[in-house]
């Protein structure tokens, strides 16, 4: 049987807590690398030897620490060029904790907000956080309810790192649409922005190397600036990026317009 997305996402495996040799083969099965799940910045071989343990669903969806720290350095570079000398991180979809894990280590003094709403998830997700003594706390809770009670200081820069299950929204051929997230993208940063605006906001979305047009279009629609970027890690087509937007401030003025897009496929309009 093969250890794939269908089995430990979809699948018997998708509640079940994984061995060691689980882990491997699923990064073996799929990516040729006994390695590939690799989080908190340790081999499957020493996270698991420290007692550290996944879920099938989450040994698929956590952000593996290749991804996590490339999208964490360049989150953490542009938020360093924001009008906001003090930031809030902000993991609505924390799962392993793995990326917020990463934000943290770039933006060291950086405040930090994670929600979980699966027990499971939330339940070995926490022991690994704190087995490894990571200064690091989910919160088991809906992310829109857990967001009530989150608060930014006026003027403080909220980094939003939003990685929710993509589902069945990845197609072979048209790529990543932002609509058929669970729950959808453009819902959860209206929903932020509502929260904490008139605050600067950094988007940070993570995304396949192929979006939607029309559904990127949409997100984007929500953002005074941003950037599409693909990391190349893997063979073409397997390749994961972020969508990273700003809210309420942009490393250029604007000429004329109070609310402006720039950006597509250029690094350079953010950078
Ligand atoms: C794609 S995973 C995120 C992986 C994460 N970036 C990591 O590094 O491990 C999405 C997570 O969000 C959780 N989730 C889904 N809907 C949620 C909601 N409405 N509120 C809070 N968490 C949610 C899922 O249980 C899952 O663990």
């Not at 902000?90 to 943290?104: C, E, H, K």
Request: proline share 7%.
């Amino acid at each position: 049987m093969p250890y794939d997305r269908d089995l430990l996402l979809f699948g018997a495996k998708r509640h079940a807590v994984l061995s060691l040799e689980e882990v491997q083969q699923y990064g073996i099965d799929n990516y040729q690398d006994p390695d590939y799940v690799s989080i908190y910045g340790l081999r499957p071989s020493q996270a698991h030897a420290m007692g550290v343990r996944l879920l099938g669903r989450t040994a698929v969806e956590c952000t593996r620490d290749d991804l996590a720290e490339a999208i964490a350095s360049d989150v953490a570079a542009l938020a360093r060029r924001s009008p906001s000398t003090f930031q809030l991180v902000i993991d609505p979809f924390a799962g392993s904790g793995n990326t917020i894990f990463w934000l943290l280590r770039k933006l060291a003094d950086a405040r930090a907000i994670a929600f979980e709403n699966d027990p499971l998830v939330h339940d070995i997700s926490s022991r690994n956080l704190a087995l490894l003594n990571l200064p690091l706390r989910l919160e088991r809770i809906e992310f829109s309810v857990g967001l009530e009670h989150a608060y930014a200081a006026p003027g403080e820069l909220v980094v939003a790192f939003i990685a929710p299950p993509w589902g069945r929204a990845l197609d072979a051929r048209l790529g990543l649409d932002l609509r058929r997230t669970e729950p959808p993208i453009a819902g959860i940063v209206q929903t932020i922005v509502r929260h904490f605006e008139p605050n600067p906001m950094l988007f940070a979305i993570q995304v396949h190397e192929r979006v939607e047009p029309e559904s990127l279009a949409d997100v984007v629609s929500h953002f005074d600036a941003f950037e599409h970027k693909v990391y190349p890690m893997h063979l073409e087509g397997q390749n994961h990026g972020v969508l990273i937007g700003c809210v309420g401030w942009s490393l250029r003025p604007a000429r004329g317009k109070r609310r402006r897009t720039v950006g597509s496929q250029q690094p350079e309009r953010l950078g």
